[in-house]
């Protein structure tokens, strides 16, 4: 979809298909296809990104049409799937121009929404403009009148994730509403936005549940002189690592990290981002750590000795 987000679910679902038709001897029966609302390949949501890898610096760009090409993976980018049908999706493109393609076999990620609930105060007002923006996502502590791509700063961004209007309201993870894309916004000739949404899953959203858990505890205890704690994605770090394949001996996954998520391009002329804290690798050793972390999250989850010590 054109303004769907997570395009690292997207590229570990792939990757394992790919992975396994290869496992199973059928890798040269099909043709495998990535059709994204990215406007070019590795951009991932964040507008892209330059890490280090071994030892250089590399755009996010290279780094993805490389993997790509040596997996055999064909990628149609700027698009936005407008129908499926049996055996067939239509999309189009950028430049306005519509396609098709026919398969066997497809997954597709559709856009983050809001609930869509309606507020009530308690004499029967509707207060919902005040908890919510029309795409249902909660109003937080972040500049919403940003305006234009060239005006954005990194201090757009919410850092205690409270509601301005009701103080005992927060909203963590994916339920707030961004200030706006992280990405640079595009549209079709047609009027489509084309564009990934910002990613806000993972490791962020573990990160900013944390900081709210600790902010509501701080009221509920200190009354008026809690002081909230922050998180903002543009001064918070995360790491990625997404499968590209199960397997003890021949599996890999891509392990990325990024400091900070959104871009300061203040702070950080340039990249936006500080480039000793952004690096990447892919490889077996990726694999492994997925795996670990699969397990010690659970852990973390069902609250076991020591679940504190476990990151985000």
């Given amino acids: 979809h054109g303004t769907c987000t997570c395009q690292g679910a997207a590229f570990e679902y792939i990757f394992n298909i790919e992975h396994e038709a290869k496992k199973a001897g059928v890798r040269d029966m099909l043709d495998i296809k990535w059709i994204s609302n990215e406007a070019f390949l590795g951009d991932f949501g964040m507008g892209g990104l330059h890490m280090k890898v071994g030892g250089y610096a590399v755009s996010s760009k290279l780094f993805a049409e490389s993997l790509y090409a040596e997996r055999d993976v064909e990628w149609i980018i700027g698009a936005h799937t407008s129908k499926v049908e049996e055996g067939k999706i239509e999309y189009e493109l950028l430049d306005g121009t519509m396609h098709e393609e026919e398969f066997d076999f497809a997954m597709l ?45 990194a201090s757009d961004w919410p850092e205690t994730y409270q509601n301005p209007s009701y ?95 959104v871009p300061d391009f203040e702070k950080y002329p340039g990249t936006g981002r500080d480039t000793k804290y952004t690096f990447g690798e892919i490889g077996l050793a990726g694999h492994w750590i997925k795996h670990i972390l699969h397990h010690m999250f659970i852990w973390k989850a069902k609250l076991k000795p020591g679940w504190t010590l476990i990151p985000e």
Avoid: Q
């Fill in 109 to 153: 990620i559709p856009p983050f929404s809001g609930v869509g609930f309606k507020a009530y105060a308690k004499d029967g007002a509707d207060i919902t403009d005040k908890l919510f923006m029309p795409n249902g996502f909660m109003i937080v502590d972040a500049k919403y009148d940003a305006g234009a791509y060239e005006n954005w700063k």
């Fill in 167 to 261: 103080a005992n309201i927060f909203a963590a993870g994916i339920a707030f509403a961004p200030p706006h894309l992280i990405s640079k916004p595009m549209t079709s000739p047609n009027g489509t936005a084309i564009n990934p949404t910002p990613p806000r899953t993972g490791m962020p959203a573990g990160i900013i549940g944390k900081a709210v858990a600790h902010s509501v505890c701080d009221m509920i205890k200190k009354g008026d002189d809690a002081e909230l704690h922050k998180a903002s994605m543009a001064e918070m770090g995360a790491a990625c690592v997404a499968s590209a394949g199960k397997g003890v001996l021949n599996g890999t996954a891509a392990a990325m990290t990024v400091y900070p998520v």
